[in-house]
Structure formats: structure tokens, C-alpha cells
């Protein structure tokens, strides 16, 4: 038998955090204000800073062999919001804007069915992000832009 050492010893604690600041209900009050608020500035806030997530999430997944972040994140946190963003704001080229809302949700369905087929974990704050983000994509495929 191998001899084995402990490095990294993780220590549970009982003390949980509040609920107000607990980021899964965070995120669930986000999905609320997002479905009622229909302000373009605030979905543009939301997509650039899903569109960096995503640039980071891949250069991550490209120059290191985090498994964590391999392929199936990339699908949720995805560099195509930053290019969306730009035809949001310039409000030309609509069809390609539907067509790459219509990818982008195609891929948060899928990460959810992988994620319910349980070929890769989640946190279940995940769940809210791609319920802002599935609602944003249905309004640009239904309206070819945010009003």
C-alpha cells in the first residue's frame, strides 16, 4: 500500500452563509428583474460580461488542461455575446443577429440537457444565468432586437 499525504485537508464548517447574500438567490432575483425589465442597457451589460467569461473561460480551456472548464462551459459563458452586442448596438445585419441568438440558445438547451443527463455537474447557480440568458436570446429571436 502507498504511502499517502494529505496536502490540502478541507475543513467543513457549520456556519453558513446569509441567505440574502447566498449567490444562487442572487441569481434568481436577477431572472426576475430581467423578465420584467426589458432595458437594452441592462442586457447589454449582460452580455458583455458573458462574452468576457467566455473569452476567459476559453483561453483558459485552451492554454491549461483544467478540466473543469473543458467545452461544456464555453456553451453557457459564450465569446459570441460580445459580437452580439455590437449588432444590438448598431442594430444592423438583423437576421445574423436572430441567427446568433438562436445558436446561443441552441447551446444553453444543450448545456441544460447535459446537465440533466449528469454527463457534467453544475452549480445550481448556473441555472438562473442560463434562464437571463435563454430569456434575452428568445426576445432577439422573436423581435430580431431588444427594444
Known sequence: MLNEKIFNLKKTSDKKQPFLL?????????AF???????S???GMI????????LLVMSISVFSQHLELK??????????????RIFLITKSNIK????????????????VFVWIGKLQSF???????ALILTIYNLR??????NN
Open 96 to 111: 445574423l443577429q436572430m441567427y446568433l441568438s438562436f445558436l446561443m440558445l441552441s447551446l444553453i438547451i444543450g448545456t
Open 22 to 30: 447566498d449567490p444562487t438567490f442572487i441569481f434568481i432575483v436577477l
Open 71 to 84: 467545452i461544456i462551459l464555453i456553451f453557457l459563458c459564450n465569446p459570441l455575446y460580445l459580437i452580439s
Open 41 to 43: 442597457k441592462f442586457q
Open 33 to 39: 428583474v430581467v423578465l420584467f425589465n426589458k432595458s
Open 47 to 54: 452580455f458583455i460580461l458573458m462574452g468576457i467569461i467566455g
Open 140 to 145: 432577439i429571436v422573436k423581435t430580431g432586437y
Open 123 to 129: 452549480e445550481n447557480g448556473f441555472l438562473p444565468i
